[in-house]
């Protein structure tokens, strides 16, 4: 039987839309969760929750580009037959935190986080504003980070990226979305990074 990663990655695969650019947020997401363990403080099920959310953020474009993250929201809720490696609930976390990879934050007034109990609120804030920051580091969809470093301060998060190219991109990105991430953790964020070398350089 598949994992429940596995699972994911079948429907990521399945809805077939950017999956490289999907596949390196998941990949950022998940490097920007261990950096940040003492931060959040989360566990293994929570990283997996994140793993599949940020693989499948961005499969609602299959719908439509407007408002693609409410459809990903909803085509990842009708979706817990393809993920039984998650219990409902966790489903539920997973297209909450991906629907709140971008646009506004989470809110009660949104009525299928305000559904959920009050400690998985706060899961999916956690998960969301690391998603929303990984997401950022991809602006331009390219899969150019190549490394990258979180440094924990006593009241300032320093994130510091390698990337082949289009550095400011990538940092603005970031910048663009981080809004999320200092409001659950409490602290600022600041993202630098250095362009690597290309290899005919």
Excluded at 57 to 82: M, V
Excluded at 175 to 188: M, Q, T, W, Y
Aim: one cysteine or more; proline letters at 2%.
């Amino acid at each position: 039987m598949p994992t429940r990663i596995q699972q994911a990655e079948a429907l990521l695969t399945a809805f077939d839309w950017d999956v490289a650019h999907c596949r390196q947020v998941r990949d950022l997401a998940l490097t920007l969760f261990d950096q940040l363990q003492t931060l959040h403080g989360l566990g293994r099920d929570e990283r997996d929750i994140l793993n599949a959310a940020a693989l499948l953020h961005d499969i609602g474009w299959t719908i439509s580009g407007a408002k693609h993250h409410k459809h990903t929201y909803r085509l990842i809720h009708e979706s817990k037959r393809s993920l039984t490696g998650f219990s409902p609930t966790q489903v539920e976390l997973i297209a909450n935190v991906a629907r709140y990879h971008r646009k506004a934050l989470p809110s009660l007034k949104h009525e299928p986080f305000a559904a959920l109990a009050s400690k998985d609120q706060e899961i999916v804030r956690a998960l969301a504003g690391i998603l929303r920051v990984a997401d950022g580091l991809d602006r331009p969809h390219l899969q150019l980070v190549r490394k990258v470093e979180c440094h924990i301060g006593t009241d300032r998060v320093h994130i510091h990226i390698h990337a082949q190219a289009e550095i400011s991109a990538h940092i603005d990105g970031a910048n663009r979305k981080r809004d999320l991430f200092e409001s659950v953790f409490g602290c600022a964020l600041a993202v630098e990074g250095i362009a690597l070398a290309s290899a005919t350089d």
